[in-house]
T-cell receptor
Framework: GENVEQHPSTLSVQEGDSAVIKCTYS??????FPWYKQELGKRPQLIID?????GEKKDQRIAVTLNKTAKHFSLHITETQPEDSAVYFC???????????FGKGTKLSVKP | NAGVTQTPKFQVLKTGQSMTLQCAQD?????MSWYRQDPGMGLRLIHY???????DQGEVPNGYNVSRSTTEDFPLRLLSAAPSQTSVYFC???????????FGNGTRLTVT
């Protein structure tokens, strides 16, 4: 079935450095790719999303890039801060149903 | 707006017991879904609904039932709880499929 692979599973960076998380998907019909941030004990919250007709989207320190040919998309966080520490999930829509299939998550730690 | 409201927050069941996890949204969203979250497994889709009266299975539907009699409510039923159903359950809704998901605060379920 359709799946989403996410790497790395853990990522540790120094405050001020950049962080990159990568995801690949298998369903060529996927057309919506959101990223969620989940702090410990809290619900996932959308931080940025991109649709298949766009190659890149940016929101302040966060950007997402999409390569439809290679079926992968990435989250870029610049100038990381301790409050960026959380688990990040990528997701891809599944065909016409529009369900989201999630990656297994990346635990990001930003050291002061 | 309260957003997506889940009850209860915590629940302990014994094997074989049944219960219903409640989910309600006040955003007039057509699409609602249930996910379970287990360590290292990300978020896996259990069941979803694209509108009142319409439900369908996700990735891991076995052991769970749902119904959607109104736009606002989407309860998840465990008919005979098993230890493998110990997890954190999230209800989520969106205006339409393939659009940002809004998550509830989750229900932590333990089956002994």
């Amino acid at each position: 079935g359709e799946n989403v692979e996410q790497h790395p599973s853990t990522l540790s960076v120094q405050e001020g450095d950049s962080a990159v998380i990568k995801c690949t998907y298998s369903d060529s019909a996927s057309n919506y790719f959101p990223w969620y941030k989940q702090e410990l004990g809290k619900r996932p919250q959308l931080i940025i999303d991109i649709r298949s007709n766009v190659g890149e989207k940016k929101d302040q320190r966060i950007a997402v890039t999409l390569n439809k040919t290679a079926k992968h998309f990435s989250l870029h966080i610049t100038e990381t801060q301790p409050e960026d520490s959380a688990v990040y999930f990528c997701a891809a829509s599944r065909g016409s149903q529009g369900n989201l299939i999630f990656g297994k998550g990346t635990k990001l730690s930003v050291k002061p | 707006n309260a957003g997506v409201t889940q009850t209860p927050k915590f629940q302990v069941l014994k094997t074989g017991q049944s219960m219903t996890l409640q989910c309600a949204q006040d955003m007039n969203h057509e699409y609602m879904s249930w996910y379970r979250q287990d360590p290292g497994m990300g978020l896996r889709l259990i069941h979803y609904s694209v509108g009142a009266g319409i439900t369908d299975q996700g990735e891991v539907p076995n052991g769970y039932n749902v119904s959607r009699s109104t736009t606002e409510d989407f309860p998840l039923r465990l008919l005979s709880a098993a230890p493998s159903q110990t997890s954190v359950y999230f209800c989520a809704s969106s205006k339409i499929p393939n659009s940002p998901l809004h998550f509830g605060n989750g229900t932590r379920l333990t089956v002994t």
